[in-house]
């Protein structure tokens, strides 16, 4: 079946620091990879998605590739803002699943937290 | 509407009754996800329609869960004689037909006490 790793938090860091999240996955098909982020008191939002090996999402100064040979699909920022604390989690989708469903394989989330 | 949403935002119910749940998806959007997402948790898929129908309805953990969307736009989740362990935020996603991206909607958070 499919399953979603990714690295747990929570995650401390000061303001303009680099961030690194790790996600693997494993899938039975060609799945696409998407990063979601829920901010304090808000929804799921989709902060960005690749659809295939060697792909890469970017949004908001969040970069992630689709490394088909690694099965991963990290998410970096370069400098992170207080702005940026949230949950982040990352999901696949996985086509060749039956039903035309798209239905989200996800990971248990990292916390985010950003300090002055 | 502007987004998903989702109705009622929160709801406590006891041991054993029977709890609707409502889903308002984004106008146009012919798919329709269910989930579920427990505390420290990632949501995990109950299920999906694509138009009226639940084409796919794997997620669902027993018999007590039951969802649907009669018209092909608003959905109702409904579970009977809840148990505590169904305590969760319920959330619910939409998508175009041709679209991967799901939109969520904030959840229904539901605790059985």
């Known amino acids: 079946g499919n399953s979603v790793t990714q690295m747990e938090g929570p995650v401390t860091l000061s303001e303009e620091a680099f961030l690194t999240i790790n996600c693997t996955y494993t899938a039975t098909g060609y799945p696409s990879l998407f990063w979601y982020v829920q901010y304090p008191g808000e929804g799921l939002q989709l902060l960005l998605k690749a659809t295939k090996a060697d792909d890469k999402g970017s949004n908001k100064g969040f970069e992630a590739t689709y490394r088909k040979e690694t099965t991963s699909f990290h998410l970096e920022k370069g400098s992170v803002q207080v702005s940026d604390s949230a949950v982040y989690f990352c999901?696949?989708?996985?086509?060749?699943?039956?039903?035309?469903?798209?239905?989200?394989?996800f990971g248990k989330g990292t916390k985010l937290s950003v300090i002055p | 509407g502007a987004g998903v949403s989702q109705t009622p935002s929160n709801k406590v119910t006891e041991k054993g009754k029977y709890v609707e749940l409502r889903c308002d998806p984004i106008?146009?959007?012919?798919?329709l996800y269910w989930y579920r997402q427990s505390l420290g948790q990632g949501p995990e898929f109950l299920i999906y329609?694509?138009?009226?129908?639940?084409?796919?309805d794997s997620g669902l953990p027993n018999d007590r869960f039951f969802a649907v969307r009669p018209e092909g736009s608003v959905s109702t989740l409904k579970i009977q004689r809840t148990e505590r362990g169904d305590s969760a935020v319920y959330l619910c996603?939409?998508?175009?037909?041709?679209?991967?991206?799901?939109?969520f909607g904030p959840g229904t958070r539901l605790l059985v006490l």
């Open positions: 329609f694509q138009g009226t129908g639940a084409a796919d």
């Open positions: 996603a939409s998508s175009s037909l041709v679209q991967e991206t799901q939109y």
């Open positions: 106008s146009g959007h012919t798919a």
């Open positions: 999901a696949l989708s996985d086509r060749s699943s039956g039903a035309g469903s798209y239905q989200l394989t």
